[in-house]
């Protein structure tokens, strides 16, 4: 059974950072790719940032370098670090989990950790 727990969510000032956590159980971790996305109010899940089991990362187009991903494939656990937040940062963060089987990607979400970013 496929676990993804996520942690480091809360409350910080605009200009601030952030570091998210999830740690990954029942799935072989290193070969499948990783990923975080988020939604906030009256607006569709978005990618934030996808780490391939190689190591290669994509951003959405509004992370401007202020982001990185990365993961610890010992530990099971992928990281988002976030800084110079801004209000409009805010928004329930999910950790995806994507199990690749031939041409298919099996979608695992976690359950969400809000990141609220005052102005």
């Known amino acids: 059974q496929v676990q993804l727990v996520e942690s480091g969510g809360g409350l910080v000032q605009a200009g601030g950072s952030l570091r998210l956590s999830c740690a990954a159980s029942?799935?072989?971790?290193?070969?499948?790719?990783m990923a975080w996305y988020r939604q906030a109010p009256g607006k569709q899940r978005e990618l934030v940032a996808r780490?391939?089991?190689?190591?290669?990362?994509k951003y959405g187009d509004f992370v401007k370098g202020r982001f990185t991903i990365s993961r610890d494939d010992a530990k099971k656990t992928v990281y988002l670090q976030m800084n110079s937040l801004k209000a409009e940062d805010t928004a329930v963060y999910y950790c995806?989990?994507?199990?690749?089987?031939?041409?298919?990607?099996?979608?695992?979400w976690g359950q969400g950790t809000q990141v609220t970013v005052s102005s």
């Open positions: 780490i391939t089991g190689g190591g290669s990362t």
């Open positions: 995806y989990a994507g199990i690749i089987s031939g041409s298919l990607e099996w979608q695992y």
């Open positions: 029942g799935i072989i971790f290193s070969t499948n790719p």
